[in-house]
């Protein structure tokens, strides 16, 4: 139990402490910022999430190809739905919080579109797959599909918001988490807490989701 | 064993990095308005006390579905 089960534990008492340390820790005073500074530990924490969900759904697209094993296809989609999930947490928060700091929940910045171009993409990912109803050919396009998906994500969230003028920090070259930049008051609840544990949430979520679909699928091939 | 030793130090390791980063609080250049009156009066404790609240009923949930489908699992073997 505890063997199999130890990063579910790590995941709550990491998150646990990022709520408390998150709100009751100390963070720099800014102008404008303000308070809305800790939503570093929410907002951001949903993209790494994100991230890591859709790296690990690129991954079994590649094993799909290369094994033609149907599981590994049932991981990829399952893992993409769980980064969509934490992708559209991600974009409805980062709204929100422009509304408080740069003056509206949507100013056609070049990050806000970039990452709704993304997430646009992998829903073409889903409509994509129910769009064939041979299970191979399915399996073996959605593959495809996938990979050029997640080689969407760099340039549509990290290149071109760099390139280009943007309210997000990470405009005109610098990177929107600059390491050096981040107050180490918020870095030690940051990476230790935020990242790893909205990461092993939606690993968690996702895991329960591919469970229940194989369960599924057994129930159909007794009936 | 052994495995649990290193996971409880590490938790302890990062409860003593939070206490240390609460320690140095400084704010430099001309004051910019924080929430302080909300932690003076206290009442952000209130705040954590919810958002605890609600985060624990949400992983609570997803413990006892977890435990289901384990059990469904073990049961369709």
Redesign the interface.
Known sequence: MLRKNWWKILCVILLVYTIIAGFLGAVPAKPILNETIRNLYFHVGMWFAMMVLFTVSGIYSVLYLRTGKPVHDLYALEYAKGGILFGCLGLVTGSIWARYTWGAFWSNDPKQLGAAIALLIYFAYLVLRNSMTDMDKRARIGAVYNIFAYAMLFPTIFIIPRMVDSLHPGGMGNPAMDTKDIDPRMEIVFWPGAVPGWALLGVWITTLWIRMQLLAEKNLSHA | MH??VQ?WSL?VL??L??L???A??S?AGR?????DRLRADGK??V??AV??TI?IGI?AY??R??RK?SR??KG?K
């Open positions: 495995k649990k996971f938790l990062l409860g990095m939070g240390v980063g609460r140095q609080d704010t004051p910019v308005e924080m929430a952000i404790y705040v954590v958002l605890l985060f992983i997803v413990i579905l977890d489908i469904l699992e369709s």
